[in-house]
C-alpha cells in the first residue's frame, strides 16, 4: 500500500484528525497521510497579488513534497520572476497539514502551505510568506511576538443562469440580524464547521451592516498562523459559497451606496506570556511601547496604503459616510480615525487598524504594519494626541494641531506615497516592491481606459 492509501472504509472520521501540529515533522505528514488516507496533496502558496494559488500531486510524489523537490514555473505567476528565471521550489510547512473538509471528486485532499524558493534552495525574495517571517525575525530580535486578529467581512451573491457571478444579494438583512431575514445562517454555520474541522477556533459569525455581507472571527495568533488562517479562511468560504450557488467576493466596495468590506486588524506585541503594550500605571493603561509602535503606524499610514488597500476598488471604501478610515489618526473612542483602541486592558490591550480590506494579501498587510510598529519602537518616536472628536466637523486649524492627515484618494495616489516610504519598501523588499508598483499600475492603467456605465449615464446624451 503507497503512502497516502488507505481502505476507504478502514480511515478516520475527519474529526479525529489533530487540529494542533505544532512542531510536526516530515515523519509526522508521512505517518498522518498514511493513516488518513489522503488521495491528493494540495501545495498551497500565496502570489504577491494575494492570490492562492496550489499545485496538487497524487500519492506517487507524495514524498518528493514533503522534500520540497516540487518545482514549478514562477514566469506564468503574475509579479514573481522573469521567463529566464522561471523555476521555484515549493518548501511546505509541516505544521500547516491538513485535511480540507469537502467533499472532493477524486478522494480525499490534504493542504500543506508552502514558502516558495529558488532552485539552490535560498528563499525566494518575491515570497511574501518569507517577507512576514523577516519582520517577524526583527521582531524577535528586539524581544516581541506580534500577535494578531483579522476581522475579513465578505459578501454572498446569487449567480446568474449561466454561473456568472452578479451584485444581487440573497437577503435585505443588516447588523446583527437573525433569520429569516438573514438567509446567510445556514452557509456561515457550514463554514464555522469547516473551519474547526482544520483548527481553527471560531469566536462569532454574524450578519454585518450591508445586505449580503457577513463577518466570521477566529481567534487571534501569532502573526505567521493568522496569515496562514486568513488564506484558508478565504479558500474555505469561496467553496462553501460555490457549494450552495452563491458568489463569496472579498471586494472591498462591491455595491455603491452601502458599506463595503474591511479587514480591521488588531494587534499587539507580547514579550513571552506578558503584554507589552499594557502599562497598569502609565495613562490610558497603554506603555510606551504601544504609543510608539502606534505612532509608527500613523507615520507610515499613507505608505503602507497601497499593501493593505491595494486594489482600484479599495479607495471607494476609503470615502466618509461608512466607518470606513480616511484620516491618520487614532482614538480610544472614536471610530473614524485609521486606529482605535478597544477598551480592553491586561493581556488584551491591543491596537486595531482600520484601514486594510480583505483584498489584501494577508502576509504582506502584516508585514508592513509589524514593521511600521517596529519602526516607531527603534526610533522612539512620541506619539501624537489621540483624537475624540468628530474630525469631520474640525476645524483646518485644529486638523493641523492634531497632526491629521488624510489617506490617499486613490491607488495611484497610494502608489505615489508607497515609492516615497524607505520603511514601507524595506520591508517589502526590493523585488516585491517593483512588481508589486508595475502590477499595480497595469491596473490603473487598464481602468483610466474604461469607459464606465456612470460616464456613459452622465455623458452621452448632455454632450
Known amino acids: 500500500m503507497g503512502l497516502g492509501r488507505a481502505r476507504r472504509d478502514d480511515r478516520p472520521s475527519l474529526e479525529e484528525f489533530p487540529t494542533d501540529l505544532t512542531g510536526a515533522r516530515k515523519g509526522d505528514i508521512r505517518e498522518l497521510a498514511e493513516r488518513f488516507g489522503v488521495d491528493f496533496l494540495r501545495l498551497q502558496f500565496t502570489d504577491i497579488l494575494g492570490v492562492n494559488k ?32 522561471s523555476d521555484m521550489l515549493l518548501k511546505p510547512d509541516p505544521t500547516t497539514f491538513r485535511m480540507l473538509p469537502f467533499d472532493e471528486e477524486g478522494g480525499r485532499v490534504a493542504r500543506l502551505i508552502c514558502d516558495i524558493h529558488t532552485p539552490d534552495g535560498a528563499p525566494f525574495d518575491g515570497c511574501p510568506r518569507h517577507t512576514l517571517k ?39 438583512a ?45 481567534r487571534y ?14 479558500l474555505v468560504v469561496r467553496q462553501v459559497a460555490n457549494q450552495y450557488g452563491y458568489v463569496a467576493s472579498f471586494m472591498p466596495k462591491p455595491i455603491q451606496g452601502v458599506a463595503g468590506s474591511g479587514m480591521h486588524t488588531h494587534q499587539s506585541l507580547f514579550r513571552g506570556s506578558e503584554n507589552a503594550f499594557f502599562d497598569a500605571e502609565a495613562e490610558n493603561q497603554l506603555s510606551s511601547v504601544a504609543l510608539q509602535y502606534i505612532e509608527g503606524m500613523l507615520q507610515h499610514a499613507r505608505g503602507s496604503c497601497a499593501i493593505t488597500s491595494p486594489l482600484v476598488n479599495s479607495y471607494k471604501r476609503l470615502v466618509p459616510g461608512f466607518e470606513a478610515p480616511v484620516n491618520v489618526a487614532w482614538s480610544m473612542r472614536n ?24 483584498a489584501a494579501n ?73 512588481r508589486f508598483i508595475e502590477a499595480k499600475e497595469k491596473e490603473i492603467e487598464s481602468y483610466n481606459a474604461y469607459v464606465s456605465p456612470w460616464e456613459i449615464e452622465r455623458y452621452l446624451g448632455r454632450y
Open 54 to 85: 496550489n499545485v496538487e500531486v497524487p500519492p506517487s510524489q507524495f514524498e518528493k513534497a514533503l522534500d520540497g523537490e516540487i518545482m514549478f514555473d514562477g514566469s506564468s505567476i503574475e509579479g514573481f520572476v522573469r521567463i529566464e528565471e
Open 134 to 172: 523577516r519582520q517577524i525575525a526583527r521582531a524577535r530580535k528586539l524581544g516581541f511576538e506580534m500577535m494578531a486578529g483579522c476581522e475579513a467581512e465578505f459578501f454572498l451573491f446569487e449567480k446568474a443562469p449561466d454561473g456568472a457571478p452578479t451584485t444581487s444579494t440573497h437577503d435585505l
Open 174 to 218: 443588516g447588523y446583527f440580524d437573525l433569520g429569516p431575514i438573514d438567509k446567510g445562517e445556514e452557509i456561515r454555520r457550514v463554514i464555522v464547521d469547516c473551519l474547526e474541522l482544520m483548527g481553527f477556533e471560531v469566536e462569532a459569525a454574524h450578519h454585518e451592516v450591508a445586505p449580503g455581507q457577513h463577518e466570521i472571527d477566529f
Open 221 to 234: 495568533a501569532g502573526a505567521l498562523v493568522t496569515a496562514d488562517n486568513l488564506a484558508t479562511f478565504k
Open 335 to 358: 471610530r473614524s480615525p485609521l486606529v482605535r483602541i478597544p477598551d480592553r486592558r491586561g493581556i488584551g490591550t491591543r491596537c486595531e487598524n482600520r484601514m486594510p480590506d480583505p
Open 362 to 434: 494577508p502576509y504582506l498587510a502584516l508585514a508592513v504594519q509589524l514593521a511600521t510598529g517596529l519602526e516607531g519602537i527603534e526610533q522612539k518616536l512620541v506619539c501624537r494626541e489621540p483624537v475624540h472628536r468628530n474630525i469631520f466637523r474640525m476645524t483646518y486649524r485644529d486638523r493641523r494641531k492634531y497632526r491629521i492627515d488624510e489617506l490617499p484618494r486613490d491607488l495611484h495616489e497610494a502608489l505615489e506615497f508607497l515609492e516615497k516610504d524607505d520603511v514601507v519598501k524595506a520591508a517589502l523588499g526590493e523585488h516585491i516592491t517593483e
